[in-house]
C-alpha cells in the first residue's frame, strides 16, 4: 500500500483519497477508522453530560426503556433511541448483535461458537457479549470471517 501526503496551504478542507483496484475488508476497516475520528457521542453520568470518543465506546445496550453505553471502565447513559443509534453509526465498525446491543467491531478480541446457533463475543476488556443468531452471519461477514 502506498501512501502519499500532499501539504498545500492554500487547502480549506483536507480531502482523503483512496485510489484502488478494489474494496477490500482492509480498505473498508481504514475508511471507517478515518470517519470515526474525532467524532464523540453524548452521555450522561451524575447529572453531568460527558462526550466519549466514539472509538472508546465498547458497545451500546439497551436495559428496561433505558440505552446505555460502556467504555472500559463507565457506563452512560444515551438520549437516543438505540434505533437512531445503529443509523449513526451505520459507516463505523458498529453493528447490532442482538435485539437490545449494538457493538463496536474494533473492541472485540474473539468470538467462538455456542449453544442454538449463536456466538459469544469477547471483548479487549475480557467482557462477552451473545451474538444472536438472528446476527450472526452479517458479524461474521463484517469481522470478515
Known sequence: MKVTIIE???VKETEISIVCAKMTSEL???ISQISAVGLTFAGKKGGEIFFIPIKDIFYFESVDGSIFFYTENETYEATAKLYKIEESLQH????????TVIA???????IKKSENSRLVATLVNKEKLIVSRQYVSEI???LGV
Open 8 to 10: 498545500d496551504p492554500t
Open 28 to 30: 473498508n476497516d481504514i
Open 92 to 99: 463505523l465498525q458498529f453493528s447490532r448483535i442482538s435485539k
Open 104 to 110: 463496536n467491531l474494533d473492541q472485540m478480541l474473539s
Open 140 to 142: 461474521k461477514k463484517k
